[in-house]
């Protein structure tokens, strides 16, 4: 029989962004545990709000499956007497375990023959099993910060209010830390705080449900939505106004309620005259507000708040929402004045004042290298960018002495392409500022402007030589630089804007513009440059790109990210071709043959059989044709040329030994084969795709 299991931990509020990650956890220690016990399950769901984690699983086993266990005993020799009947060894280990020494048996084991013991292990009923199974549930959790409270010795990310263990209709017998487990829960802390008593788990969510507690996350997602939604067209219904919707805010806001309640206020428009950067990060991330914008995108003066409770005179919340946010934008405001009274070129020599690390220096001393990188990237990739590339380096950490960044650190970049516009400085300049410090996280915005892929590149590049440069590369377990999301920057730039330039060069520049306070050496480079290969490729995986295929170029050599980029995508779109596949394997084997064969000229003197000679003279045809094609660096087209010699290849080696005795044909077969190993080479090394 199947039956139901509901599992929830009551506690005080959990942060926002520990919730669903911590669901998730307990669906997966579940399904482990479950899978350990040999316990057969059907769905297993997982749901919470601030105050709850919930577990239910549909048709969980009453019982474990029985189970065969095989004990060894002793040796045939200690187990066996003279006769062959059983010493009083195998009848003591016999007896030692229930059984008779008569269902003893011989097996061969490493160690020799010994005597074994079949039995049959009656699976236990899941009743039994469940205390065990649900405190290792309550044990596993990997918290970013747990807490003990009273006299407890586990922690957990807040203190434990109540536990519900219900096996069908039954509790389970539950104790953890001197919490009892039962059949109750509890509905909304304000709204209906009294005890749920619950049958099963199917009563669970409407029964909550009817205490104002919308359990499902999903389901909530979509309540907050209509009621923030709801609250703009109801207070605003003759304006073109719709909330800004952001996904971040929503899963936060989400995760802060049980119930959501929308509300719409407002703020004097004097405010607007901020940066809307300004406003929104005010809105968004100090108070888990919505900015409210009309038709054509521009901001309004207007708010959405999300209240966890309902409330009785919605003019009396809306005031307290007003006043909060007015406070925040009076300061804003102040601030951004205040800042806009010294230009940001005056604030320039301050950045003596801010550690960059302590032992790379300041942030003006990273300010000159970052000039210098920048103009070194421009006079490579973009000479006609060259001011305007200089003077957003110079300028772009300039806005970390404000007040308004001091405030709102995440609006680096924001604040400094806002007070450039105010000196007097090009669009241009204001953009790269701000785009220096994009993409901010994997996977966001990257700069659109050449000049500001060029400062953003010189800025990470510059930390990363720096710390490798004193040994502070990232391990399993520590990163405090971030330096791989500093590389996999580097790596989304340098793909996005198909820049053709080697990395290895650039490390080494930066290093060396560190001076002394570096080690400089090729050590370092190597060191800093196999780190952003194993970026790449971990990268290049996540994307879904073929593992052979980036193995086979990555593994000749790791430099100029975007050919690399561009051989791997030829083998991608090659390898499914019927010949490339054969072709591979037979490359496989020219590997092995030539190995460190230092390759030389082909003596056509000294071709004796017909299918070394078709090969050599397909292999000077398709050289001939596929070089310019390397040189112009056309992958693609220069692979399908390459294809011509899978027949010949076959051929050749269907009917000619490569290794003779005659050591000047021997030479020159090896000579043969190592050119076209090398021709091969200059896309990836294929054999990498062999299928063999």
Request: net charge negative; aromatic share 6%.
């Amino acid at each position: 029989m199947m039956t139901d299991l509901l599992f929830e931990i009551g506690t005080e509020e959990i942060p926002a962004g520990f919730l669903l990650p911590s669901l998730e956890q307990l669906r997966q220690n579940f399904v482990r545990q479950a899978d350990e016990l040999q316990l057969a399950f059907g769905k297993v769901q997982v749901m919470g709000t601030p105050r709850r984690l919930a577990l239910i699983v549909h048709d969980l086993g009453e019982q474990q499956p029985d189970r065969q266990e095989e004990l060894l005993g002793p040796s045939a020799k200690a187990g066996l007497d003279a006769e062959g009947g059983f010493s009083k060894a195998a009848q003591g280990f016999a007896r030692s375990r229930g059984a008779e020494a008569s269902d003893l048996r011989l097996v061969e084991t490493a160690k020799g023959q010994y005597l074994s013991l079949t039995r049959v292990v009656a699976g236990r009923p899941t009743h039994d099993l469940l205390p065990e199974l649900l405190s290792g549930l309550l044990g596993a959790f990997a918290f970013p910060k747990a807490m003990k409270w009273g006299a407890q010795t586990t922690a957990f990310v807040r203190p434990i209010q109540w536990i519900v263990a219900l096996y069908g209709q039954k509790v389970a017998p539950l104790s953890w830390n001197g919490i009892e487990a039962g059949a109750s829960s509890r509905g909304h802390r304000f709204m209906a705080p009294a005890p749920i008593p619950l049958a099963d788990a199917a009563s669970y969510e409407q029964g909550l449900a009817e205490r104002s507690v919308i359990v499902d996350p999903d389901r909530r997602r979509q309540a907050v939505l209509q009621e923030i939604t709801e609250a703009v067209t109801t207070t605003l219904p003759l304006i073109d106004a719709r909330v800004a919707l952001d996904e971040a805010l929503i899963e936060t806001v989400t995760n802060l309620v049980e119930s959501p309640f929308g509300v719409c206020g407002s703020f004097d428009e004097r405010f607007l005259q901020l940066p809307e950067e300004v406003l929104t990060t005010s809105m968004r991330e100090h108070q888990k507000y919505f900015p409210v914008r009309d038709g054509q995108g521009r901001l309004l003066p207007y708010f959405v708040a999300v209240n966890n409770t309902r409330v009785a005179d919605i003019a009396v919340t809306r005031k307290g929402h007003e006043r909060v946010l007015r406070a925040r934008l009076e300061d804003a405001l102040f601030f951004f004045d205040a800042d806009r009274q010294r230009r940001l070129e005056a604030r320039l020599p301050e950045l003596s004042g801010i550690i960059f690390q302590a032992r790379l220096g300041t942030m003006l001393e990273k300010s000159e290298r970052l000039l210098k990188l920048t103009a070194l990237l421009a006079e490579k990739l973009a000479p006609e960018a060259m001011a305007v590339s200089l003077r957003a380096a110079q300028l772009c950490k300039a806005d970390l002495l404000t007040n308004m960044v001091g405030e709102f650190p995440t609006l680096q970049g924001d604040m400094g392409a806002a007070y450039a516009l105010h000196d007097g400085e090009s669009a241009s300049v204001a953009q790269a500022i701000r785009e220096h410090y994009l993409p901010k996280r994997a996977g966001s915005e990257l700069p659109v402007s050449t000049p500001g892929a060029l400062v953003a590149l010189a800025d990470r590049l510059d930390t990363i030589a720096g710390c490798f440069g004193i040994g502070q590369q990232p391990t399993g377990t520590a990163d405090p630089f971030g330096l791989r999301r500093l590389a996999l920057a580097v790596l989304h730039i340098i793909g996005d804007r198909k820049l053709v330039v080697s990395l290895r060069e650039l490390i080494h520049k930066a290093l060396a513009l560190y001076g002394d306070k570096v080690d400089g050496s090729v050590a370092t480079v190597e060191a800093a440059m196999s780190f952003i290969k194993g970026r790449f490729v971990n990268d290049a995986l996540a994307r879904g790109l073929d593992q052979g295929a980036v193995e086979a170029v990555t593994s000749l050599g790791f430099d100029v990210v975007y050919d690399c980029r561009s051989k791997i995508d030829a083998l991608v779109a090659i390898r499914h071709e019927e010949s490339f596949a054969v072709l591979a394997s037979s490359f496989k084997r020219i590997r092995n043959i030539v190995k460190d064969h230092p390759g030389g000229e082909i003596d056509p003197s000294l071709l004796v059989e017909e299918a070394e000679r078709n090969l050599v003279e397909a292999y000077n045809a398709v050289a001939s044709s596929v070089r310019p094609l390397l040189g112009r660096k056309e992958y693609a087209q220069a692979l399908v040329g390459m294809l011509a010699l899978k027949e010949p290849i076959d051929l050749f080696f269907e009917s000619v030994m490569v290794m003779v005795e005659d050591e000047k044909i021997r030479h020159n077969r090896l000579n043969l084969l190592t050119g076209i190993a090398q021709l091969f080479l200059q896309v990836g090394d294929i054999s990498k795709m062999s299928v063999s």
